[in-house]
């Protein structure tokens, strides 16, 4: 069993000062302190989400890994940016479909970052493959969609986040009526939280809440892809 107590003061300062000295030398004097406030209490929030998760479906992984794991990692790709600092300002979970390769496979998400915290689940940017299965989805089962999407557990938490195309994609009827969510480059439901929560133990569960109140999307997205729920 983990210990997950809540999050540490220090995750929020560290992050904060990382913002401010992103760099290696700044960033190797603190690799210790990264560790323990950040690594060690990611770590026991996964291990402890993982049988909460199971509870939600048994093919989302919580892996507690620091390396191929749910955390990701600090270090930014940096090969083809004009941004070349090179630390993730922000923490990052995501417990991923036991299918998926890339953070662009369908799973529940956490984000922390000063000013900037959410939880929910979904699917980010996947291929255009990907997506068009899932709008086909939508297309074939529009009364599903729409129940999905204008429930109370769904509306009262989260907002969908994502970029749209202009106009509606290929070989999809312009006129269908959920055109506008047909034309989504992501769906991904977010809740944000506010910062002390996530200092108590009381997270977790909320964590937990969110990501059941978000299967019902994650269901309809897997099974658009072929993958079992």
């Not at 760099?23 to 990611?42: C, G, I, L």
């Not at 959410?118 to 493959?129: L, Q, V």
């Not at 969110?210 to 099974?223: C, G, N, R, S, V």
Request: hydrophobic share 35%; glycine share 6%.
């Amino acid at each position: 069993m983990s210990a997950f107590t809540g999050f540490p003061d220090d995750l929020f300062q560290f992050l904060e000062d990382i913002s401010k000295n992103n760099n290696r030398e700044w960033f190797n004097a603190n690799k210790d302190r990264y560790r323990e406030s950040v690594v060690a209490p990611v770590t026991d929030f996964i291990i402890a989400m993982g049988e909460r998760l199971y509870r939600i479906s048994e093919n989302f992984l919580a892996d507690p890994r620091t390396n191929g794991g749910s955390m990701f990692r600090i270090y930014r790709d940096i090969r083809f940016s004009k941004d070349k600092r090179p630390y993730k300002e922000n923490v990052g979970c995501q417990f991923r479909h036991v299918a998926g390769k890339s953070a662009h496979a369908p799973g529940f998400y956490v984000h922390i970052e000063p000013g900037n915290i959410f939880i929910g689940g979904g699917i980010w940017m996947p291929p255009t493959p990907v997506l068009n299965k899932i709008r086909t989805s939508i297309e074939d089962h529009s009364d599903e969609w729409t129940k999905i999407v204008t429930s109370k557990k769904v509306t009262r938490r989260f907002s969908m986040e994502g970029d749209r195309l202009k106009r509606p994609p290929r070989g999809f009827d312009p006129d269908h009526p959920h055109i506008e969510d047909m034309k989504r480059k992501s769906f991904f439901l977010m809740q944000k939280v506010d910062s002390p929560l996530i200092l108590e133990p009381e997270f977790l569960e909320e964590a937990e809440h969110a990501f059941k109140d978000a299967a019902p999307l994650m269901e309809f997205i897997t099974k658009a892809m072929g993958l079992p729920f």
